[in-house]
């Protein structure tokens, strides 16, 4: 069972920040916050992850509350080909992920 | 340098036959992994490869399914007898890192049974 809770949907304008959240209550200590995302019927693609600081990479950036309870993943200028399925996963090895349903993101112009 | 590649990327077969499925993970990846998407359903784990050895195969659905990976290279996923249920999309993906690293997924190989 998905250990994360994300919105089935929402939708963001092209070129502004996309901001998703994740509630995640159950974390244990040595779980990782992992976002991957599902671009159409492609392969799952790695957005970024981690355990307690926040995270800044090419892609976006990760916020993670000091609780560890939730999460928010920032796309910080969507473009239209953001447009996919992010899924919030919690993993303590990150290799056996459980993916939910994720949040459907659809960038619009 | 090159991605994670899957074969076939759509194979339809009847009920009843085989079917086999291959994957390359990036050259020097020891950690291989298969998971699938069936019709309506989430993304799942079947299993995880550490270099040759089975390392967790608790995803796999039952005893038709046999996943092999022979020197630590490819791997291959077979389904012998497929049923109807079955159909849907089969990603590989490899990793370097046991732990805390990213995941990198093929475009699945998408199986249809009739």
């Known amino acids: 069972d998905a250990k994360t809770t994300q919105p089935t949907s929402m939708d963001c304008a092209e070129g502004r920040a996309a901001n998703l959240p994740c509630n995640h209550s159950t974390i244990s200590g040595n779980e990782y916050v992992y976002w991957y995302r599902q671009i159409h019927s492609q392969g799952p693609q790695y957005i970024i992850h981690?355990?307690?600081n926040n995270e800044t990479n090419e892609m976006a950036s990760l916020i993670i509350t000091e609780d560890r309870k939730s999460s928010t993943l920032i796309l910080p200028h969507a473009t239209l080909r953001d447009t996919a399925v992010y899924y919030c996963?919690?993993?303590?090895?990150?290799?056996?992920?459980?993916f939910g349903g994720g949040t459907r993101v659809l960038v619009k112009p | 340098e090159a991605g994670v590649t899957q074969f076939p990327s759509h194979s339809v077969i009847e009920k009843g036959q085989t079917v086999t499925l291959r994957c390359d993970p990036i050259s020097g990846h020891d950690n291989l992994y298969w998971y699938r998407r069936v019709m309506g359903k989430e993304i799942k784990f079947l299993l995880h490869?550490?270099?040759?050895?089975?390392?967790?195969e608790s995803g796999m659905p039952n005893n038709r399914f046999l996943a092999e990976r022979t020197g630590g290279t490819y791997s291959t996923l077979k389904v012998q007898p497929a049923e109807l249920e079955d159909s849907g999309v089969y990603f590989c993906?490899?990793?370097?890192?046991?732990?805390?690293?990213?995941?990198?997924f093929g475009e699945g190989s998408r199986l249809t049974v009739l």
């Open positions: 993906a490899s990793s370097q890192a046991l732990v805390g690293g990213e995941l990198f």
């Open positions: 490869f550490v270099k040759e050895s089975k390392q967790d």
């Open positions: 996963i919690v993993e303590a090895a990150g290799n056996k992920l459980t």
């Open positions: 981690g355990l307690k």
